[in-house]
């Protein structure tokens, strides 16, 4: 157990709809990531925020954004869901700002049909 | 051309063989981790390296800088080692999260 906790574990959803996915980082874990993993793609950075604030910016789509809160807990929300948004989304926490060990959580298993 | 090669694509190993996982990338690294992911999906972390070698029970990974080459071997396999094993490179000037992935090299172990 990586003490990274994501929910869902699987949403099934249709095109066009909007979800939210959850992560809830290690103990004391400033750093959340988030990847998208998808077959034709495989694993992709999408995002990361340190302590409140966003840090850095990979391949996120202009349909997606995350916030983190101040219990750092974060949320990725993916809108007008398209068939090629189905992936596995997981998240990863470190504590620190850069560098350091990463702690992925089990991943939420995005199906949009 | 991926930034991040892995090779071979698939292994097939019996139990108890000597294993090697190979990674080759292009760009300027300041790390490169070693990922392991099981069938369900979840990732594990093995390894992050810069320089040198590290060992963690029968995993050993080791990086040649100068070579743009790391490795990941497994000594003694045994079907639970049975996975996809992913290494990603962080970019010099990147944020640690900011990994190039390779595509994996999926491990079979028969006993």
């Known amino acids: 157990d990586s003490g990274v906790t994501q929910t869902p574990k699987h949403l099934i959803t249709a095109t066009g709809q909007r979800v939210t996915l959850r992560c809830s980082p290690r103990?004391?874990?400033?750093?959340v990531y988030w990847y998208q993993q998808s077959l034709d793609q495989g694993l992709q950075f999408l995002i990361q925020?340190?302590?409140?604030?966003?840090?850095a910016k990979g391949n996120i789509l202009e349909r997606f954004s995350a916030q983190q809160f101040p219990d750092l807990h974060s949320e990725l929300n993916l809108s007008s869901l398209e068939l090629g948004d189905s992936a596995l989304y997981f998240c990863?926490?470190?504590?620190?700002?850069?560098?350091?060990?990463?702690?992925f959580g089990e991943g939420s298993r995005l199906t949009v049909l | 051309k991926n930034e991040v090669e892995q090779s071979p694509q698939n292994l097939t190993a019996q139990e108890g063989e000597f294993i090697t996982i190979n990674c080759s990338y292009s760009?300027?690294?300041?790390?490169l981790h070693w990922l392991q992911q099981h069938p369900g999906g979840g990732i594990v972390s093995l390894f992050m390296?810069?320089?040198g070698k590290k060992k963690h029970g029968r995993l050993i990974a080791t990086i040649n800088i100068q070579e743009k080459h790391s490795s990941l071997h497994i000594t003694a396999s045994h079907p639970r080692d049975s996975a996809v094993y992913i290494c990603?490179?962080?970019?010099?000037?990147?944020?640690?999260?900011?990994?190039?992935f390779g595509k994996g090299t999926k491990l079979s172990v028969k006993p």
């Open positions: 990863a926490s470190s504590p620190k700002r850069g560098g350091g060990e990463l702690f």
């Open positions: 103990s004391g874990d400033l750093s």
């Open positions: 925020y340190y302590n409140g604030e966003e840090r």
């Open positions: 760009v300027g690294i300041s790390a």
């Open positions: 390296l810069s320089s």
């Open positions: 990603a490179a962080m970019n010099y000037g990147g944020s640690q999260g900011n990994l190039i």
